[in-house]
């Protein structure tokens, strides 16, 4: 396997362009970033920015340019005008030295720089940045996407604020600052299985006429949580032990600390990288271009396109050779007396199941407070309707201030006994519960048991009456994320549940087109 020495790395997706050598564990970063004079990024103007400005950066950090041996660029996902422009520099760079070029994936880029940086091996990476917020985790050399923002990402969204109120770009750090003195209001939170949005919450904060203080500390409040609440859901989800952070939100001293508290509760650790890592930076492309050269991988210059929507389940991870092997399974559910979800304790008894909503230390008291009392109250009246309508859920025994007691369903997780044939009955099951007009929320295979063939749902925590086709299109998109995610015959099992999911509901074909139309959906707005 050739070893290549000194790769530049040239990153400018959006408003920061920035270059680094990464020669032999010895970085030199250099950044020189677009501030807009108002408003947000404008993809010409920063465009402009780095073509003016890519050879002073270049210079920087590369004094000898005989000794490189390699060249790499951020590829996407970006503003079109500038990854070409940053293209457009490493396509000469590469071709004037004789060296080969390598397109990076910019989100990808962010994940390796933050397992050189902290050293963690394996774990689920919350990726909150400008136009992306993903929970990502690897498996058969791929990183698969468990969940996602369904609209703009978190950092898009504190910038959206912040602008409203005629604050500096970026948005993040003086939000932080007028945080510290706030105190919470009321604000909507939007959470979807191990997806979530921040529109909603963009729009009622820039309408609030509580003082500015107390806003900023409610939106960061709000959306941080709801970052930790799907993080948890995939940690669980998983068994992983280990969390990641990274992208340029993830500098912001709060989060870290919600995440912190949240990862003690779980006994996983957190890992965040040096400040100069989170954000957007040569770094990153340097390091990601050279272990990808050193795998084999390299681009023609003809061909080397760049990919504004470029999602990081999209790259082929051809230099990695660490197998996470096998998840450890659960013990079969027969002999679990007590387990802790997401979002719940769970004590099983043996012929009952008590499950109690516990505070989350990392959300704010008021918050999780409503957050229980609404989920308590929404579970128990939709598992009854849902029970009424024929789909097979666990009966309601009784209902105590946090506490639901429901009958116990003996059987296997969905995610311990993944084939086509369950996959086809937990279609059938779903498509019950959509006929009735109900849709679950977190539709993963940690929610679903197979009980003598038939597929029981559980967990009905995140749970709506919705007749809308988006509703329950994002319900099939949090289950296909999951399977993808986690299994290695993903198109066999999607198609087994589609089939299933055809023959009880007559809306089918409507709800699997909106799946589609959500799955592609461009995240950088």
Request: aromatic share 6%.
């Amino acid at each position: 396997m050739p070893v290549f020495g000194r790769i530049l790395g040239i990153e400018g997706t959006a408003w920061n362009l920035s270059a680094a050598v990464f020669d032999n564990d010895l970085i030199t970063l250099h950044s020189k970033p677009y501030r807009p004079p108002s408003g947000g990024i404008h993809p010409r103007e920063a465009a402009q920015h780095h073509a003016s400005e890519m050879k002073a950066v270049i210079s920087k950090v590369l004094s000898e340019p005989d000794g490189i041996t390699g060249v790499a660029f951020s590829q996407g996902p970006g503003l079109g005008p500038c990854l070409r422009t940053v293209a457009t520099a490493a396509r000469s760079l590469a071709l004037g030295l004789g060296v080969p070029l390598v397109g990076v994936n910019h989100c990808v880029a962010h994940i390796e720089i933050g397992r050189y940086a902290t050293g963690c091996s394996d774990p689920v990476v919350l990726y909150a940045s400008g136009a992306n917020t993903q929970v990502i985790g690897y498996l058969n050399k791929r990183y698969r996407i468990f969940g996602e923002t369904l609209d703009i990402g978190i950092g898009n969204a504190i910038d959206k604020f912040a602008r409203s109120k005629g604050l500096p770009h970026p948005g993040g750090p003086a939000i932080e600052e007028l945080a510290r003195k706030g105190r919470y209001v009321d604000l909507p939170y939007t959470v979807k299985g191990m997806d979530l949005a921040f529109s909603g919450l963009v729009s009622a904060a820039r309408e609030c006429r509580a003082p500015i203080e107390d806003v900023c500390y409610s939106l960061q409040e709000t959306a941080f949580a709801m970052c930790c609440e799907v993080t948890e859901r995939a940690l669980a989800h998983t068994g992983k032990e280990e969390v990641l952070l990274v992208g340029g939100v993830g500098a912001n001293s709060r989060f870290e600390e919600m995440l912190s508290q949240m990862c003690a509760d779980r006994d996983a650790t957190l890992f965040v990288p040096e400040r100069k890592y989170l954000g957007d930076n040569g770094a990153m492309i340097a390091y990601t271009g050279k272990i990808m050269l050193e795998s084999g991988y390299s681009v023609p210059p003809e061909e080397s396109y760049v990919n504004p929507s470029f999602r990081s389940d999209q790259v082929e991870v051809t230099w990695r050779h660490d197998d996470p092997g096998e998840r450890i399974r659960d013990k079969p559910l027969d002999q679990i007396t007590r387990t802790t979800g997401a979002e719940a304790e769970v004590l099983l008894g043996e012929s009952f199941v008590e499950k109690r909503r516990v505070r989350k230390v990392y959300r704010q008291q008021e918050l999780n407070d409503r957050l229980i009392a609404e989920r308590t109250r929404a579970e128990a009246r939709l598992i009854a309707s849902s029970r009424k309508e024929g789909v097979p859920t666990p009966v309601i025994q009784d209902i105590t201030g946090t506490t639901i007691r429901m009958e116990r369903i003996y059987g296997s997780l969905l995610k311990d006994s993944l084939s086509p044939v369950h996959l086809e009955e937990a279609g059938r099951t779903v498509g019950m519960l959509h006929t009735a007009g109900i849709v679950h929320g977190d539709l993963t295979t940690s929610n679903l048991i197979i009980r003598e063939e038939r597929c029981v749902l559980i967990d009905f925590g995140l749970s709506l009456a919705s007749s809308e086709i988006e509703a329950r299109g994002v319900d099939l998109h949090v289950l296909f994320q999951t399977l993808e995610s986690t299994t290695d015959n993903f198109s066999e099992l999607k198609e087994a549940f589609t089939r299933g999911y055809e023959h009880t509901f007559s809306g089918a074909d409507e709800v699997l087109a909106r799946e589609r139309e959500i799955e592609k959906r461009g995240r950088y707005l």
